[in-house]
C-alpha cells in the first residue's frame, strides 16, 4: 500500500463490508494491503499527509464557493479500539477550520425527549467541512440489542430509520464513510491494563468497559447484523483491522483520501477580474 | 527562545500590551525573544508540539473528571495577517477532539437582531477545550469604528460591555488569550499578490480586501484604542509581530503553552480503585 491514487482505491476495496460481509472473518490483526511493518506504516502515514491536507483545502474552498458539498466520517468500534487515535493521527493531518469533530455520550435527558437521529442531525458537518463523529447514532442499535435498552422490533426498525437518514445525508451532498475499528479481546485487555498502569490513562477508564468486554460476543454480533442491514452502496461500512494502531491510522487515512479524490474536486474559480485586481492592488 | 517554562513566560512578557502600549512602536519584522531565523523558528515549533499537546489533553483530561476550566485564544489580524496560518500549524499540534474553533463572519440577520455579544457567547468553548475564535467581538468595535457602522458613542459603550463579558468569562473558568497579528502594509500587499498570483489561493481573496486595505491607518487607531481600553490583567492582549510567519506561529505557540502551564493541570485521580480494577480485567 504505496501511496497515490491507485493504493488508496485499493484499501478501500479491501476493507468493504460487500453483501457477503463476516465480521468473524476478518483478522483484527491483518494489514490488508500492506506488507510492511510499523516503522512503513508510520512513514506511509506521514508521507499521505500533504495529499489529504490539500484533497481537505479543497473541499473547504468549493465551499465558499457556493458548493454544499461535505463529508461524514462515523468511527464505531469496542472501547480501546483506537478511534481517539484516528482523529488525533488521521484527522489532526488536516487545518483544523475544516474540522467539525463531535463525540457522542449518553444521551442526556434532553436527547432522549426527541427521535434517536435528532441530537444526530444537529451535529451533521456544515458545506465543506470534514464531520467526525465518535461514536453515533449506531450505538442506538448496538448498544440497544445487546443491553436491550429497546425492544427487539425498536431496534429492526432503527435499521431502517437509519437507511433513510443517511440516504438523506447523502442526497444533501454529504459523503459518508463508516469505519468499525475491529479489535480482537485479547488486544482490549492489553490496551485497558495499560489504562490501568499509567496514572496519565487513568480518565480514559471506566468500571463500564469491563461490563460491555463481558458481553464481547454479543457486541460481535450485533456489529455484523448493524453492518448488514446498513452497508449500502452510497454508504458502505469498511472494517478495518485494529489491533495494529499504525495500520488502522493508515487505513483510514486510504479511505478518506480515497473518498476526497472521487469527488473530483478542483479550485474554484476566481469570482472577480483577476487582472483588474492586481491593477489595484498595485495603485494600494 | 529556546522551549520551556521560562522562555514560554519570556514571550508573554515581550508581547503584553501593558499600560503604555503604542502599536506603532511595535516592528512588524521584529522577532522579539528569538535569535534565530525561519529556520530555526521552524524546529523550534515542531520541537514544541509535544510540550502543547500533552497540556491540552491534560486540560481536556481534567474536564472529564469534573473541572469547568477551558481556554479561549482569541485571533485578531488584518487580512492576510496569518490567522489560518497560526491554527494550522499550532492549534494543529492538538487532538482534534479538544479544540472548538469557529470563524466569525459579518453577522446574519438573525445574529443582527441581538447584542453583538449574542452569537459570541454561543460558541465559548465548553470545559476542558481550547476554543480559537478566528476574528470574535473585536471586529464589532474595530470594523464598526473604522467604517462608522455604529455611531461613536455605541462603539465607545462595546469597550465596556466586552470588558465585563470577558471578566465573566474568566470568572467561569475559561482562560483568555487574545493575539493581534501585526502585519505591515507592504507585507500585506506582496501576500494579497500571492493569492491573486496562484490559482489554489483565489478562493481567499476578496475584492473588499483592497477596500480595507485603504483604511489601513484608520484599522491600525482602531486597534490602537482597542488594546488600550480592554487589555486588563486577567484579559491581557498579546500583539504579535507577524510579517514573519515562521515567528507569529511560534509567538502564539509560546503564548498557549505558557497559559496552560500557568493553569498547573494535573492528570486525575482515578475514580475507581485501580487495584480491584485490574483483577477485574485479569478475570475477564
Sequence with gaps: MPNGTESTAETR???LAGPDFALDAVDPRSTPGFDGGKKEGAAAL????DTLASLQEKLFAESRA??????????Q??????KG??????VGQVHPQGVQHYAFKAPTEQEQQHSFLWRVRRQLPAPGMLGVFDRSHYEDVLIHR???LSPAEEVEKRYRAIR??????VGAGTRVVKVMLHISQDEQKARLAERLDRKDKFWKYSPDDIEDRALWQQYQEAYQVAVERTSTPDTPWYVVPADRKWYARLAVQHLLTA???????????????VAAEQERLHSS
Excluded: C, K, N, Y
Aim: no cysteine.
Design 146 to 148: 445487546v443491553r436491550a
Design 77 to 82: 468500534g469496542m472501547d480501546t479500539s483506537g
Design 13 to 15: 476495496r479491501l476493507l
Design 85 to 90: 487515535g484516528v482523529v488525533r493521527h488521521v
Design 164 to 169: 433513510t437518514f443517511e440516504d438523506q445525508v
Design 259 to 273: 473518498t476526497l479524490e472521487d469527488m473530483q474536486l478542483s479550485w474554484p474559480r476566481a469570482s472577480f477580474d
Design 46 to 49: 506521514a508521507a499521505g499527509a
Design 66 to 75: 457556493g458548493s454544499d458539498i461535505a463529508v461524514l466520517l462515523i468511527l
